[in-house]
């Protein structure tokens, strides 16, 4: 009996366990509001891998990334700018306006998107989901396209 009560422990603590591994990759589906006055939630990027990455006009290494970025989105890959609430819209626009990137931005003016994600607190801070809208990878600091471009190869292998 008591195997049996220590199997069904074990059991449901790996149930568990496996359970809060699954809810915390899913991406959650918040609203993107771009800036060219589009509007559209995560799930209308299912079915395509896509690089989610948090910026600020004023994070030099964020600047930095763009033309890594660019390499990315150039080369297939969804990649999708979110701007940090601190940064106010008509400043983001702007720099924009001077320095256009091929990919588009969103504004989290509220903070919804940033939150969403987990309250992300740095600036850079990237989110690659698989087709299925799984969080694949999480990295903050400077781009890194041989991890990018690695996990990406795993979503053609499932």
């Known amino acids: 009996m008591k195997l049996l009560s220590t199997l069904l422990l074990f059991a449901l603590v790996?149930?568990?366990?496996?359970?809060?591994?699954?809810?915390?990759?899913?991406?959650?589906d918040v609203i993107l509001n771009f800036?060219?006055?589009?509007?559209?939630?995560?799930?209308?990027?299912r079915g395509q891998p896509t690089l989610i990455t948090f910026w600020s006009i004023n994070c030099p290494i964020c600047i930095k990334d763009i033309p890594q970025l660019t390499q990315l989105h150039d080369g297939g890959l969804t990649?999708?700018?979110?701007?940090?609430?601190?940064?106010?819209?008509?400043?983001?626009?702007?720099?924009?306006?001077?320095?256009?990137?091929?990919?588009?931005t969103a504004l989290d003016v509220h903070g919804e998107v940033s939150r969403g994600f987990g309250s992300v607190q740095a600036t850079p801070t990237h989110f690659l989901l698989d087709p299925d809208g799984m969080i694949a990878?999480?990295?903050?600091?400077?781009?890194?396209?041989t991890r990018i471009k690695a996990t990406e190869t795993t979503f053609q292998t499932r």
Request: no cysteine.
């Open 137 to 145: 990878l999480r990295m903050q600091g400077a781009i890194d396209i």
């Open 79 to 104: 990649v999708l700018a979110v701007s940090i609430p601190q940064d106010p819209p008509n400043v983001v626009l702007s720099f924009l306006d001077k320095r256009p990137i091929p990919y588009p």
């Open 14 to 28: 790996i149930a568990a366990l496996l359970w809060i591994r699954s809810e915390s990759k899913t991406a959650p």
């Open 35 to 45: 800036t060219d006055g589009t509007r559209k939630t995560l799930a209308d990027y």
